[in-house]
């Protein structure tokens, strides 16, 4: 993800640590934007450990404070699934929500049509 536009989202939740930079297309910004706001409405102030793509799908691991509720957590666990899931249609390089897991060059990978014609194009 563009560094500007994950300073962007940092800034927008302040009450989250974050220990890493978010590897994955900007694409999935608004999925990540979203799903930060629900953890923020949850109560979550703990550390996003990682944001990342892996195996052609958004994943964000979380690490809980220890004095954190189980339903609080259980809450986060399943906002973090349901990413997973939003993920698998939606582009990770523009955003387009008619996107398919693809296989390009070994990797797979989850595009739109326009984009994955540009990435097998190169």
């Known amino acids: ?3 500007d536009k994950w300073r962007e989202l940092q800034g927008q939740f302040p009450e ?3 220990a890493a930079y978010a590897e994955c297309g900007d694409g999935w910004y608004g999925i990540i934007q979203d799903t930060f706001r629900d953890l923020s409405g949850y109560g979550f102030s703990g550390t996003v450990v990682q944001v990342k793509e892996k195996f052609g799908l ?3 691991y ?3 404070p220890e004095w954190t509720q189980d339903d ?3 809450l986060c666990r399943d906002r973090c699934s349901l ?3 939003l993920s698998e249609t939606t582009c990770e390089a523009c955003g387009d929500g008619t996107a398919k897991r ?3 060059g070994g990797w797979l990978s989850t595009l739109c049509d326009a984009c ?3 990435a097998t194009s190169k």
Do not use: A
Request: proline fraction near 0%; charged fraction near 40%.
């Open 83 to 85: 990413t997973e899931t």
């Open 16 to 18: 989250f640590k974050v």
């Open 58 to 60: 958004l994943r964000i």
């Open 116 to 118: 994955n014609e540009k």
């Open 62 to 64: 979380l690490d809980h």
């Open 102 to 104: 693809r296989t390009i």
């Open 72 to 74: 609080t957590r259980k």
């Open 1 to 3: 993800m563009n560094r």
